[in-house]
C-alpha cells in the first residue's frame, strides 16, 4: 500500500514491494537450509525441520491475518 498516494487520492493505492519488485520470495529448501547451518541431514530432520515447519506455518498464519486486517481497513 503507497501511504503517500492513499492520502493524496483518499482511496487505497497499491505499488509493487520494494523487496521483491511484486515477485515474491519462494520457500527455503531443506537442503539450502541444512547446508547453511552446518549439519548433517539427518540432524537437521531430527532436531530443526520440526522447528522450522512450524515456523513457516505460523509465518502464514500471520500473514493471512494481517491480510484480513488489511482488507478490513482498506474497504
Not at 529448501?29 to 539427518?42: S, Y
Amino acid at each position: 500500500l503507497d501511504k503517500k498516494k492513499s492520502e493524496l487520492q483518499g482511496v487505497p493505492v497499491y505499488k509493487k514491494c520494494p523487496r521483491c519488485k511484486g515477485r515474491g520470495y519462494p520457500r527455503l529448501k531443506d537442503t539450502e537450509i541444512f547446508k547453511a547451518l552446518g549439519v548433517t541431514e539427518m540432524v537437521w530432520r531430527y532436531n530443526y525441520k520440526l522447528f522450522f515447519d512450524r515456523l513457516v506455518e505460523h509465518c502464514h498464519i500471520e500473514e493471512s491475518y494481517a491480510e484480513k486486517v488489511l482488507g478490513n481497513v482498506t474497504r
